[in-house]
């Protein structure tokens, strides 16, 4: 059985850090893209940023600068480093796996930027 499990939402005020971590099960992680998503209300879901099986990152332009994905193989693991969050931010982060037609996402983790 596949599991993406998400770690580490909060709320925080801007300007603030906050890592995001996914833990994967179930699948041969170090094949699949892995990416972070959001989801805010009234929102379509956007991808926030991917890392390939190769380590090549992509990233949405409204966070280049400021987040960070990385992946840790032997740990099965991905995750998030946002800096400098923004209201604009909150939103529900959500995890991805991708490997051709298969795809599986996480329950999503909450991200609330707030003063």
């Known amino acids: 059985q596949v599991q993406l499990m998400e770690s580490g939402g909060d709320l925080l005020q801007p300007g603030g850090s906050l890592r995001l971590s996914c833990a994967a099960s179930?699948?041969?992680?170090?094949?699949?893209?892995m990416g972070w998503y959001r989801q805010a209300p009234g929102k379509q879901r956007e991808l926030v940023a991917d890392?390939?099986?190769?380590?090549?990152?992509k990233y949405a332009d409204s966070v280049k600068g400021r987040f960070t994905i990385s992946r840790d193989n032997a740990k099965n693991t991905v995750s998030l480093q946002m800096n400098s969050l923004k209201p604009e931010d909150t939103a529900v982060y959500y995890c991805?796996?991708?490997?051709?037609?298969?795809?599986?996402w996480g329950q999503g983790t909450q991200v609330t930027v707030s003063s």
């Open positions: 991805k796996a991708t490997y051709y037609s298969r795809n599986y």
């Open positions: 179930g699948i041969a992680f170090s094949i699949y893209t």
């Open positions: 890392i390939t099986s190769s380590m090549n990152t």
